[in-house]
């Protein structure tokens, strides 16, 4: 079973990252090899910050989708808000809720951004593993990875014909399904399918409708064809998603005598089993997406060629002041989206020197439509980066390496929007607006790595990266929110040891870093305090800030005993802005807030995972336990650093499994349970005074279930 650990790396993941040989086991942890450098290496020599996690590791960790692996992964947080899917990676992330923002975390698929937003959260399907890399990652990855990238591996056909397929049933009437299989063809060349679906009842009542409320309901379904002879591979991925579940459903409190302005007053904050809401939260989406990797060796070179589309729908309704009233409820938020890209590398492999260069185009298309009780919307974006880049890695002597990498990136983005009242209100509309944002940029970084001795090794980086500029198109109410904004940037200090102790059977990861964070794209709720809640609060998306991060990461795994697996990771971060001033307006003094010193959203100071397995013989069959705690201390919502618009004291979720089978593992039947100590926990919160209430989102009721899987 693949352990936490981190993982250094001079840039990563593209499509070759698939091509890394299985873990192999020596009697101690297993030597996880990765070629996220697009050459296969030990994860313990490779000298930046990542964590990875094992597709079966991620089974067994009860990881659902692609945004709950934040509970496993030190300074990786997630939060979700009217549907919109926000990462966070030390510190860095984007507090903003519109669909149509763009991240400073990109996550990738097979090599392949996602640049929609509401195709960014998917089920877990045949993986072979998942990649979080730390830290700007522009040098190879290009824009928008200010903060880290997310990678999602699938596993590839091979030769022979082997597979697995699983189901289970659990609490709220929650019945699952998938399966995969690698399908021989012909002489060298196989293809892979994999599906997978998943459906509940949901786990509340709608006290307003009297339906169930936060129902789950996906399917996707991939092919992945592949001709590999030798030194020529060639694959063709086809893939399929459809989501026809609820979205997030928002609990309030009442601000004005426990009342929202039109003088709805709230039930408790606390009660997840009933809903009260005139409009059924979902969020639809609709993705397909088509790959073709080619890759030919010639000597020490190999010249790789990866092409994608992609063609994402999405309509995500919500009732965002979550009461029967109608206030600020969104009837119609479809967002659709078509992707192209395009990337040529040339790798060179030699004894001392090893090397990369490459060209990249990326295409999207974006149209946004948008009604609410008062109005109606429509945007159209279209952007286009072209970038070329180069790194290399050289031996300088015995254990000493030095890396540099470089990244030009040329980023242009054309925007068309425009709304209109549909009910007359003291607001003007918002007149036709076009908007042209171009801005080139240059991405670096420079390495050191040092092997101390055997089974130890030291390293430290300065890189640099930026976050493209545009315009907001989201979901706006004012004239002074459509303002472009410019790009960010980060420069990153980070040195880091990694080591393995006692033959292996210990290893310990520590990364160290340092962020200088400069024009920081901040979404703010400017609250101006005129009496009139339609006027008062209109959102702004600016260059507004500056802030240094500091922290670390460890991770440690450890099998003490034959059977018995350990695994422990601790992220620290202290993020706070430097200087920033924001549009709101003091309610008692009058003045302009200021923000400088607070920390930053979605920033905890503290969050750690630990694991525990034991498997026991049982005869010819085993039995293996298996208990999963997660930690995430206070973290604000906000930059304003209100405790009410937090998680309150940070929350924990123990997650419990038990397996049973024969040592051959054809088979398998489990039982599990999730947050079985039945802790309410705050996921996201958002300050709509302004309108009379907080709003909160609240994490999942604890369930049970059971599973029986089989290996052919």
């Not at 092919?223 to 609990?251: E, H, M, Q, S």
């Not at 980070?494 to 024009?519: H, I, M, P, Q, T």
């Amino acid at each position: 079973m693949a352990l936490f650990a981190t993982l250094a790396i001079a840039a990563g993941g593209e499509a070759n990252a698939q091509e890394a040989p299985e873990a192999v086991d020596e009697g101690g942890l297993p030597t996880i090899i990765v070629t996220a450098q697009k050459r296969s290496e030990n994860l313990q020599d490779v000298p930046i910050s990542i964590s990875t996690v094992s597709g079966d590791d991620l089974r067994d960790s009860q990881i659902p989708d692609s945004t709950a692996i934040a509970r496993i992964i030190p300074n990786f947080n997630f939060a979700a808000s009217g549907g919109a899917n926000n990462f966070t990676i030390r510190g860095v992330g984007n507090n903003d809720f519109n669909f149509t923002a763009v991240s400073p975390i990109s996550v990738y698929r097979d090599g392949v951004v996602i640049g929609a937003n509401a195709a960014q959260r998917f089920a877990l399907l045949d993986l072979d593993r998942v990649e979080v890399l730390r830290g700007p990652q522009g040098t190879l990855f290009g824009k928008n990875t200010t903060g880290g990238a997310v990678q999602y591996v699938s596993k590839l056909p091979g030769p022979d014909f082997e597979g697995y397929a699983r189901l289970g049933y659990g609490r709220f009437g929650r019945f699952e399904g998938e399966m995969a299989a690698t399908l021989p063809i012909a002489k060298d060349f196989s293809v892979r399918v994999a599906g997978i679906f998943r459906r509940s009842d949901g786990d509340r009542i709608n006290m307003f409708n009297g339906e169930r409320a936060n129902k789950e309901n996906v399917a996707a379904a991939r092919a992945i064809f592949r001709y590999d002879p030798g030194d020529l591979d060639i694959r063709l991925t086809v893939g399929v998603a459809r989501d026809r579940g609820d979205g997030n459903v928002t609990k309030s409190i009442g601000t004005i005598n426990g009342a929202n302005v039109l003088g709805y007053a709230y039930g408790p904050v606390t009660d997840l089993e009933h809903d009260d809401t005139n409009v059924n939260s979902r969020l639809f989406v609709d993705d397909f997406y088509v790959n073709f990797h080619a890759s030919k060796r010639f000597g020490d070179f190999a010249l790789t060629s990866i092409s994608s589309y992609q063609d994402v729908w999405s309509d995500s309704p919500l009732d965002a002041d979550g009461s029967p009233v109608v206030l600020n409820d969104i009837y119609l938020h479809i967002n659709a989206s078509k992707q192209y890209t395009q990337e040529v590398q040339l790798n060179y492999d030699a004894s001392r020197l090893k090397a990369v260069a490459g060209l990249y185009y990326f295409h999207e298309k974006y149209d946004l439509r948008y009604r609410n009780p008062y109005a109606v919307k429509e945007s159209h974006r279209n952007n286009d980066a072209y970038a070329a880049y180069a790194q290399a890695t050289y031996s300088i002597a015995d254990g000493l390496n030095l890396t540099g990498g470089i990244r030009y990136t040329d980023d242009k983005s054309r925007s068309r929007d425009e709304a209109h009242w549909i009910v007359p209100l003291p607001i003007p509309d918002l007149p036709l607006r076009r908007d042209h944002v171009s801005k080139g940029a240059i991405d670096w970084r420079v390495a050191l790595d040092y092997e101390v001795k055997r089974d130890m090794m030291v390293y430290g980086s300065v890189a640099r990266g930026f976050k493209a500029g545009g315009v907001q198109i989201g979901i706006v109410a004012n004239d002074a929110s459509r303002a472009p904004f410019g790009p960010e940037y980060l420069t990153a200090f980070e040195a880091g040891v990694k080591s393995s102790w006692f033959d292996r059977r210990l290893r310990a990861n520590l990364g160290l870093f340092y962020y200088d964070y400069k024009d920081i794209q901040v979404q703010s709720i400017v609250n101006q305090n005129t009496g009139n809640y339609l006027l008062d609060t209109y959102i702004v998306l600016e260059n507004a800030a500056s802030a240094s991060l500091k922290g670390l990461e460890l991770e440690l795994a450890a099998v003490p005993v034959k059977g018995l697996e350990l695994n422990f990771n601790l992220g620290l971060n202290d993020g706070k802005y430097k200087k920033y001033l924001s549009g709101a307006i003091d309610p008692v003094m009058g003045g302009i807030l200021e923000y400088s010193g607070n920390r930053l959203p979605n920033a905890p100071k503290v969050n750690f995972s630990s694991s525990i397995m034991y498997e026991v013989p049982l005869g010819a069959h085993s039995l293996a336990l298996r208990a999963d705690y997660s930690y995430k201390g206070l973290t604000y919502y906000n930059s304003a650093e209100q405790r009410i618009i937090s998680n309150g004291n940070g929350y924990g979720l123990l997650d419990l499994r038990a397996s049973f089978g024969p040592e051959d593992r054809s088979w398998t039947a489990s039982i599990y349970g999730r947050n079985v100590t039945g802790k309410k926990y705050i996921t996201y919160a958002g300050d709509l005074s302004a309108q009379g209430y907080f709003a909160y989102i609240y994490g999942p009721r604890p369930r049970w279930g059971g599973e029986i899987s089989v290996r052919f």
